[in-house]
T-cell receptor, first 114, second 111 residues
Framework: DGGITQSPKYLFRKEGQNVTLSCEQNLNHDAMYWYRQDPGQGLRLIYYSQIVNDFQKGDIAEGYSVSREKKESFPLTVTSAQKNPTAFYLC?????????????FGPGTRLLVL | GIQVEQSPPDLILQEGANSTLRCNFS?????LQWFHQNPWGQLINLFY???GTKQNGRLSATTVATERYSLLYISSSQTTDSGVYFCAVFKSGGGADGLTFGKGTHLIIQP
């Protein structure tokens, strides 16, 4: 089946620890995105990648880092510099990065700080 | 940046009722999507509708781009329609490009 997978489903982070969230897609999409959702809120853009080896900061990139070494993979690292990381993280992809493209979302990862 | 406002924030209906959800946006857009977020958090694409009207079963959507609003209609509601409905528009330029989301309408359909 084609789609977007995220792992793990739940992730616990200790103070001062970096953690990495996985996002994989087999839709052959060029563009991939990371969003953060806080309770009762809409999603906010963290990072965006339109093509392999290229990515751009979104509205709330501080404390996060990404890489795009392969077309199908776009991992997100939550660093210790992110002071309030508890949230629901959603990865998305689209055929291209243009504004007329439909974005499709993965099932999400819930990150909790211990 | 572009602002997206959704109304109402909460809506409780009986099964079988019809509903209209509204999305207002502050600037012209070339991309507007409606999503349904189920209780497990999965975002499900409902419509890609930057303008015009589309229908899919009991759901339909209309976007009037010149007046900067979109409406989502749900007819003959079922309990499985419960969840949060998001409107999102595409913001481009000035850095990363991605969707800007409203805060959503939380819909509860009671049996």
């Amino acid at each position: 089946d084609g789609g977007i997978t995220q792992s793990p489903k739940y992730l616990f982070r200790k103070e001062g620890q970096n953690v990495t969230l996985s996002c994989e897609q087999n839709l052959n999409h060029d563009a991939m995105y990371w969003y953060r959702q806080d309770p009762g809120q809409g999603l906010r853009l963290i990072y965006y990648s339109q093509i392999v080896n290229d990515f751009q900061k979104g509205d709330i990139a501080e404390g996060y880092s990404v890489s795009r070494e392969k077309k199908e993979s776009f991992p997100l690292t939550v660093t210790s510099a992110q002071k309030n990381p508890t949230a629901f993280y959603l990865c998305a992809s689209s055929i291209g990065g243009g504004q007329s493209e439909t974005q499709y979302f993965g099932p999400g990862t819930r990150l909790l700080v211990l | 940046g572009i602002q997206v406002e959704q109304s109402p924030p909460d809506l409780i209906l009986q099964e079988g009722a019809n509903s209209t959800l509204r999305c207002n946006f502050s600037d012209s857009v070339n991309n507007l999507q409606w999503f349904h977020q189920n209780p497990w958090g999965q975002l499900i694409n409902l419509f890609y509708i930057p303008s015009g009207t589309k229908q899919n079963g009991r759901l339909s959507a209309t976007t009037v781009a010149t007046e900067r609003y979109s409406l989502l209609y749900i007819s003959s509601s079922q309990t499985t329609d419960s969840g949060v409905y998001f409107c999102a528009v595409f913001k481009s330029g000035g850095g990363a490009d991605g969707l800007t989301f409203g805060k959503g309408t939380h819909l509860i359909i009671q049996p």
